[in-house]
């Protein structure tokens, strides 16, 4: 198995575009978890889903960040619009149960 | 609420035992995890124990867990270079989520 696999590996943008990270999860996996991490705040919880379903939100920054999962092996996270406090390396991970995580590799993101 | 607190920095001889340690609060929490995460790299779990027990050894890793003080440590016997990482304690707290530590970041130097 080729592991969690995230896109972009790295993204800079402009302040006020809109930025698609995506994830594609191990197969058979039922969790999946966004994460952000910075120096500053460390290693944050976004938002996970169980069987495509979103479970816990209350991570989300604000309005402008939203995720979707359509299908069992594609989930993405949007920000729109981006702004420069985005800026922040962004994992998916995914596991059979919530403890046993894999984490991807991570999208860092910059938005100038 | 859910807390967990880990020292930021632990420095150590190459060779040398290594010991990080993590505090948490929920004592509901069934299973408590190390992960570690080097340099560019996403999380991986290292290692994990079943509250009921208090330790548990794997190689070169020995976890202590004290559930009377929510105390969890992570020892690493004959610390090479190639430990060098930020270690995360995390508890589940009931929840089907992870809460992780700030993590310590293990230097090795020679």
């Known amino acids: 198995d080729a592991g969690v696999i995230q896109s972009p590996r790295h993204e800079v943008t402009e302040m006020g575009q809109e930025v698609t990270l995506r994830c594609k999860p191990i197969?058979?996996?039922?969790?999946l978890f966004w994460y952000r991490q910075t120096m500053m705040r460390g290693l944050e919880l976004l938002i996970y889903?169980?069987?495509?379903?979103?479970?816990?939100d209350s991570g989300m920054p604000e309005d402008r960040f939203s995720a979707k999962m359509p299908n069992a092996s594609f989930s993405t996270l949007k920000i729109q619009p981006s702004e420069p406090r985005d800026s922040a390396v962004y994992f998916c991970?995914?596991?059979?149960?919530?403890?046993?995580?894999?984490f991807g590799p991570g999208t860092r993101l910059t938005v100038l | 609420g859910e807390d967990v607190e880990q020292s930021l920095f632990l420095s150590v001889r190459e060779g040398d035992s290594s010991v990080i340690n993590c505090t948490y609060t929920?004592?509901?929490?069934?299973?408590l995890y190390w992960y570690k995460q080097e340099p560019g790299a996403g999380l991986q779990l290292l290692t994990y124990?079943?509250?009921?027990?208090d330790m548990k050894q794997d190689q070169r890793l020995t976890v202590l867990l004290n559930k009377k003080d929510k105390h969890l440590s992570l020892r690493i016997a004959d610390t090479q270079t190639g430990d060098s990482a930020i270690y995360f304690c995390?508890?589940?707290?009931?929840?089907?989520?992870?809460?992780f530590g700030a993590g310590t970041r293990l230097a090795v130097h020679p």
């Open positions: 889903f169980n069987n495509n379903v979103p479970i816990d």
């Open positions: 991970a995914s596991g059979a149960s919530p403890g046993q995580q894999f």
């Open positions: 124990i079943f509250s009921n027990m």
């Open positions: 197969s058979g996996h039922d969790y």
């Open positions: 929920d004592s509901s929490s069934t299973y």
């Open positions: 995390a508890e589940n707290g009931g929840y089907n989520k992870l809460i």
